[in-house]
């Protein structure tokens, strides 16, 4: 007999949970900030990606009440109907002119953004080749377009060259995270721009962990580079991490630009950021002005001082120069425990598991913050060392203890 709703649900659940994979939310009542309430305890947050510390940053907050006192809190209709208020027309130019473009469109949302990009793009006949690691609403985006979707592996360049050799297509879109979400590496965006070129293909960069960091005065990943979101490079960025707001926006030469504003939908079909949001955001690059410089050798000197203090401790870390910092312990479950120890310690460091990462790869994902003192670090790296110590003794264990049963 066919399940019932009820079964096949509850049915899910299990499974999921059986897989040590069930995902629960943690509660913040404080501010976004390093020191933060997190189920009512008061811990250390090694896990936002409020890169800057800007999330709480008092210029920030008062734009935007003063843009809910003077325009409401609601924006009241999408971009094309009604709801493109003076402020998102003026982040666009501002956003475009920081990055280097002709022209930046608004989305709600970078999943939004990378909706739309795929779909609006690409039709049948067409191919779409991506990062295998690649964030997933890129991999998503994919689902959206009636294109030939191929996946290359990780930074390989020459993987990419080749399926772009092999498969026939009439128009190609090549699309990466610019520094990877899960990882922290910044891809090849250089050797991947001029496959595009080679292949008159249009390139997309993904840079949500990029812009406001990398690059002389956080234009991002393609700046990172010597490139820029022009001619046939496109650059989405979303406004919620090192921006510490919200929403996302594409850049490039005004004719991709336009061509979003006609046709894509996950733009057209839906409400407009409320003003108060690019009030925000036009506060966040004015401190980015002020003070980015500082801000990113602040980040940096977190960074290099993690990653020494790591290798004192002889913690193994992905190679990463950014502010994501990874270590992969491969069981879900124990990187689970991992982390609810260190929750317990006054730590906030969540697990990523499946399927955001790859089956056997579950890790602690730091993210490190401007505003974390070396204090804080020290100690995240010595509760880790503990805890990564005892983990291997369990597993030495363990493992002796499975070869002498076969004994
Ligand atoms: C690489 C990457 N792209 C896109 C997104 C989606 O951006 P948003 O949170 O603005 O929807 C995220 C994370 O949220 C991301 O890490």
Redesign the pocket.
């Given at each position: 007999m066919k399940q019932s709703w009820r079964e096949l649900v509850a049915g899910r659940h299990q499974a999921t949970l059986d897989a040590g994979l069930w995902r629960t939310r943690k509660t913040l009542s404080s501010q976004q900030g390093v020191e933060a309430i997190i189920d009512g305890r008061p811990v250390i947050n090694f896990s936002s990606?409020d890169y800057l510390g800007l999330a709480c940053h008092e210029s920030l907050g008062q734009s935007a009440e003063r843009a809910c006192r003077d325009f409401g809190v609601g924006s009241g209709a999408s971009h094309l109907v009604c709801g493109h208020h003076q402020l998102h027309h003026q982040l666009e130019l501002e956003l475009a002119a920081f990055v280097g473009a002709e022209r930046a469109i608004l989305f709600s949302?970078?999943?939004?953004?990378?909706l739309a990009m795929a779909a609006t793009f690409l039709s049948k006949g067409d191919l779409l080749l991506q990062d295998k690691l690649?964030?997933a609403?890129?991999i998503d985006s994919a689902k959206l377009s009636a294109s030939n979707f191929k996946r290359y592996a990780h930074g390989d360049v020459e993987h990419a060259a080749k399926l772009a050799s092999s498969i026939k297509f009439n128009h190609c879109m090549i699309a990466t995270?610019g520094?990877?979400?899960m990882d922290g590496d910044i891809a090849p965006l250089r050797q991947l721009q001029s496959l595009a070129s080679n292949h008159q293909a249009l390139l997309l960069v993904?840079d949500?962990?990029g812009f406001g960091l990398l690059g002389a005065t956080g234009q991002g990943a393609l700046s990172h580079h010597g490139l820029k979101p022009a001619a046939e490079v496109l650059m989405?960025a979303?406004?919620?991490?090192a921006l510490g707001c919200?929403?996302?926006f594409v850049a490039g030469d005004a004719l991709y630009i336009e061509h979003l504003t006609q046709f894509a939908r996950p733009y057209i079909y839906t409400t407009a950021l409320p003003p108060s949001v690019p009030a925000s955001v036009l506060a966040a690059l004015a401190v980015l002005a002020e003070e980015g410089d500082l801000l990113r050798t602040r980040l940096n000197d977190n960074i290099g001082y993690f990653k020494r203090a790591a290798v004192k401790h002889a913690l193994t870390l992905r190679p990463s120069s950014t502010a994501i910092q990874v270590i992969v312990v491969g069981d879900s479950n124990q990187a689970m425990n991992i982390s609810s120890a260190l929750f317990n310690q006054g730590i906030n460091l969540t697990a990523i598991r499946p399927p955001t990462v790859a089956r056997g790869s579950a890790r602690l994902r730091v993210a490190l913050s401007a505003a974390h003192t070396f204090a804080q670090i020290d100690l995240l790296i010595e509760l880790l060392a503990e805890l990564l110590a005892e983990l291997l003794s369990q597993q030495l264990k363990q493992d002796s203890a499975e070869l002498s049963d076969c004994g």
């Open positions: 990606n949302s970078g999943y939004m953004a990378n690649n964030h609403s890129l995270d520094v990877f979400s993904d949500a962990h989405m979303t406004l919620g991490k919200y929403g996302a």
